[in-house]
């Protein structure tokens, strides 16, 4: 996170600040800005890309997901009126399930 430069800023915090840039502590600990942003965009699609292969992982996260999103009932309400009248504009998919009736699969 970047830090904001206001021209009140007490004296020890400007002293704790630059305390904490000459020593490095940032890049000692593997964190912080490092001024590359397609570097830092790099390293975050790779470790996307590894996390990703973790199928297991990523059901759950899913899981998850999707427990949170159906406790909002108003929500979930709204995503079935989207898709019941996109589905409705496909007239041909319409006709079909007309044909079947009452069938189920």
Do not use: F, L
């Not at 704790?16 to 840039?21: E, G, K």
């Not at 390293?43 to 590894?50: F, L």
């Not at 929500?75 to 041909?92: F, L, N, P, T, Y």
């Amino acid at each position: 996170m970047a830090r904001r430069a206001t021209g009140t800023t007490s004296e020890p915090v400007r002293a704790r600040a630059s305390q904490n840039t000459e020593s490095g502590s940032e890049h000692r600990s593997g964190r912080g800005w490092h001024g590359n942003p397609e570097g830092h965009a790099e390293a975050g699609r790779k470790g996307g890309r590894k996390v990703s292969q973790n199928r297991d992982h990523m059901a759950e996260i899913g899981k998850r997901g999707g427990s949170k999103v159906a406790q909002d009932r108003q929500h979930m309400a709204e995503i079935g009126r989207r898709g019941g009248s996109k589905v409705a504009q496909d007239r041909q998919h319409m006709a079909e399930i007309g044909k079947r009736g009452g069938e189920s699969k």
